[in-house]
């Protein structure tokens, strides 16, 4: 079955960096779009990055732009989040997802509506804290 595992997570010093995994089992990653989301204590959950599938397009919230950096090993069947100049308001719990629709069910580029992920991952910690 369709399975997401996040890992990577931790805690860390403002500055540092993270490399966060979602590992995709029971279906090929490059066929779907994947998306990063993070929920903050207290707060919703909010979108961070995503990549799409087929073409491997990417997209940021501002936010993290230009600290943040969304790929893909295809022969891993794993989708990474590297996360640098990490900040005390990037502490969350990280949640990767996978789109409902693959590219060939029409799914082109990749979105931040959390209503366009049918599979989410459990989440991992990540802390940024002096």
């Known amino acids: 079955q369709v399975q997401l595992v996040e890992s990577g997570g931790g805690l860390v010093q403002p500055g540092g960096s993270l490399r966060l995994s979602c590992a995709a089992s029971g279906f090929a990653s490059e066929s779907y779009a994947i998306g990063w989301f993070r929920q903050a204590p207290g707060k919703e959950r909010m979108g961070v990055s995503c ?19 969304v790929s ?45 992920y049918g599979h989410w991952g459990q989440g991992t910690q990540v802390t940024v804290s002096s």
């Open 51 to 69: 990549i799409s599938g087929g073409d491997g397009l990417t997209y940021y919230e501002e936010a993290v732009k230009g600290r943040f950096t």
């Open 72 to 116: 893909r090993d295809n022969a891993k069947n794993l989708v990474y989040l590297q996360m640098n100049s990490l900040k005390s308001e990037d502490t969350a719990v990280y949640y990767c997802a996978r789109s409902a629709r693959s590219v060939n069910q029409g799914r082109r580029g990749c979105l931040m509506d959390q209503g366009d």
